[in-house]
Nanobody
Framework: QVQLVESGGGLVQPGGSLRLSCAAS????????MGWYRQAPGRERELVAFITSVGNPNYVDSVKGRFTISRDNAKNTVYLQMNSLKPEDTAVYYCNRHFSWASWGQGTQVTVSS
């Protein structure tokens, strides 16, 4: 079955960086648009970025210029490089297929705080 395993979160100071990874299995990864999402306490899950099967990235305005999404189809993995982190980036981060969600993984907690 489909599995999505996120990793790489942690506690970082404002202005810091983190690199998230999402290992996917159970489907033909290279054929799917993949997205990163986040859910902050008390808020709905929201899209952060997505990347097409051929590697074209798209970002929501709040992370443009700070976050970079990439993928390695040979490793069935999608990444999110997060730079210049802000406290408002604090959330649990998830990956999923962008247009046909599978069951959500456990996510990885990102906390931006001094």
């Amino acid at each position: 079955q489909v599995q999505l395993v996120e990793s790489g979160g942690g506690l970082v100071q404002p202005g810091g960086s983190l690199r998230l990874s999402c290992a996917a299995s159970g489907f033909t990864f290279r054929s799917y648009v993949m997205g990163w999402y986040r859910q902050a306490p008390g808020r709905e899950r929201e899209l952060v970025a997505f990347i097409t099967s051929v590697g074209n990235p798209n970002y929501v305005d709040s992370v443009k210029g700070r976050f970079t999404i990439s993928r390695d189809n040979a490793k069935n993995t999608v990444y999110l490089q997060m730079n210049s982190l802000k406290p408002e980036d604090t959330a649990v981060y998830y990956c999923n297929r962008h247009f046909s969600w599978a069951s959500w993984g456990q996510g990885t907690q990102v906390t931006v705080s001094s």
